[in-house]
């Protein structure tokens, strides 16, 4: 059970993007990618040296091909997301990026034959139809190209997900410190410009540090113990609380279509979690 909760904590701290956004001043979306990977970097090693000490720290910071094709699919991840939001409506991106457990959960079951449980199937549906009444009516056929980057992102999540399951006899947390540091190099050589004001630079380094580090951070320690597409289902907290804390901080109040989704939603993530425990004792 120590893992479910870590997997849904990590789901509390992710869920804070949408507020960061919203209280940024004249940053664009690369510039965000760029600083919240400046930002995960240092915070992700930290993790890493408190939990194998100097002695061991060299040797926690060596990478496999798995960790490698890990690394990659979360820089995928974090560009594909942030173009299918530049391309199309944040509704169209949310349904599509709302399959992710059932795309890890076919690339599990193809890659690392793991077998999806009527259970987690049940749930997977119950959340795509809590997904479906958040973004009820604001669907659209307009911006195919964004929703083909949101497709991509679904993959790479996927793939995300099931390559923390091949590797779960090593240490895949330099993985995230390494998808980071391939970010700020690949976006500081692409991006025109990294000014940004001082106010929006303090906010995405703690997106960086706390909504990016420490959630993935704990996604990534739980994953030896959760199957891929219960994972990354557990880690839909994020869609159900991203408009709450946007609420709380800028005063922008959540439709009645929100927080009904966001309802199904949750009883689809406990039916999860419970489903996980009696099987794990």
């Keep these: 059970?120590?893992?479910?909760?870590?997997?849904?904590?990590?789901?509390?701290?992710?869920?804070?993007?949408?507020?960061?956004?919203?209280?940024?001043?004249?940053?664009?979306?690369?510039?965000?990618?760029?600083?919240?990977?400046?930002?995960?970097?240092?915070?992700?090693?930290?993790?890493?040296?408190?939990?194998?000490?100097?002695?061991?720290?060299?040797?926690?910071?060596?990478?496999?091909?798995?960790?490698?094709?890990?690394?990659?699919?979360?820089?995928?991840?974090?560009?594909?997301?942030?173009?299918?939001?530049?391309?199309?409506?944040?509704?169209?991106?949310?349904?599509?990026?709302?399959?992710?457990?059932?795309?890890?959960?076919?690339?599990?079951?193809?890659?690392?034959?793991?077998?999806?449980?009527?259970?987690?199937?049940?749930?997977?549906?119950?959340?795509?139809?809590?997904?479906?009444?958040?973004?009820?009516?604001?669907?659209?056929?307009?911006?195919?190209?964004?929703?083909?980057?949101?497709?991509?992102?679904?993959?790479?999540?996927?793939?995300?997900?099931?390559t923390l399951r091949l590797g779960k006899e090593f240490d895949m947390l330099p993985c995230i410190a390494l998808h980071g540091l391939i970010l700020v190099i690949l976006l500081g050589l692409y991006l025109p410009s990294l000014s940004i004001p001082k106010h929006d630079l303090a906010i995405c380094l703690l997106l960086g540090s706390l909504q990016l580090g420490v959630g993935l951070t704990l996604i990534t320690l739980a994953s030896p113990n959760v199957p891929a597409a219960q994972l990354v289902l557990l880690a839909m907290l994020e869609v159900v609380l991203a408009p709450i804390w946007v609420w709380i901080g800028v005063g922008e109040t959540p439709s009645n279509n929100s927080l009904i989704g966001g309802v199904i939603i949750i009883i689809a993530i406990c039916i999860q979690a419970l489903a996980h425990k009696e099987r794990t004792g």
């Design 1 to 162: 059970m120590q893992s479910i909760t870590m997997v849904v904590v990590a789901g509390v701290f992710l869920s804070t993007l949408g507020l960061g956004t919203r209280l940024l001043e004249a940053t664009n979306s690369l510039q965000l990618v760029f600083y919240r990977s400046v930002g995960l970097v240092p915070t992700v090693l930290l993790f890493i040296w408190l939990r194998r000490g100097d002695s061991k720290l060299s040797a926690s910071l060596r990478i496999n091909c798995i960790g490698l094709l890990c690394s990659l699919c979360l820089v995928g991840t974090s560009i594909f997301v942030v173009m299918a939001l530049t391309h199309t409506s944040v509704a169209n991106a949310m349904f599509v990026i709302s399959l992710a457990p059932l795309a890890a959960g076919i690339f599990a079951r193809l890659i690392v034959k793991e077998q999806l449980s009527k259970v987690t199937l049940l749930a997977i549906a119950i959340s795509a139809v809590g997904v479906l009444v958040i973004v009820n009516g604001a669907l659209s056929s307009k911006g195919i190209i964004g929703i083909i980057y949101a497709f991509g992102m679904l993959c790479c999540y996927g793939l995300f997900s099931v």
